[in-house]
Nanobody
């Protein structure tokens, strides 16, 4: 069973940086498509960034140039480096693993951008 586990959220000032990590279980992590999603209070969950099993990346427009998604298959880990954070980035961030048509979600890690 695949179970993503996120870490790295917290409180940061506008303009600051955070790095989120997600570890996903399983011996075939390299075959998983991975992604980060976020859900702000009162809003629907939205895609932030994805990286497939060939390391092709995709970003939502609002984070392009500020966020970077990467993966380390040896560590079963996907990262989200977030720079130049804005108050509108405040949300709970969820890690997603997609494999053979099935989606697996972590419990989320909160990110708050505030002065």
């Amino acid at each position: 069973q695949v179970q993503p586990v996120e870490s790295g959220g917290g409180l940061v000032q506008p303009g600051g940086s955070l790095r989120l990590s997600c570890v996903a279980s399983g011996r075939i992590f390299s075959m998983y498509d991975m992604g980060w999603y976020r859900q702000a209070p009162g809003k629907q969950r939205q895609m932030v960034a994805t990286i497939n099993n060939r390391s092709i990346r995709n970003y939502t427009d609002s984070v392009k140039g500020r966020f970077t998604i990467s993966r380390d298959n040896r560590k079963n880990t996907v990262y989200l480096q977030m720079n130049s954070l804005k108050p509108e980035d405040t949300a709970v961030y969820y890690c997603n693993t997609r494999f053979r048509g099935e989606d697996y979600w972590g419990q989320g890690t909160p990110v708050t951008v505030s002065s």
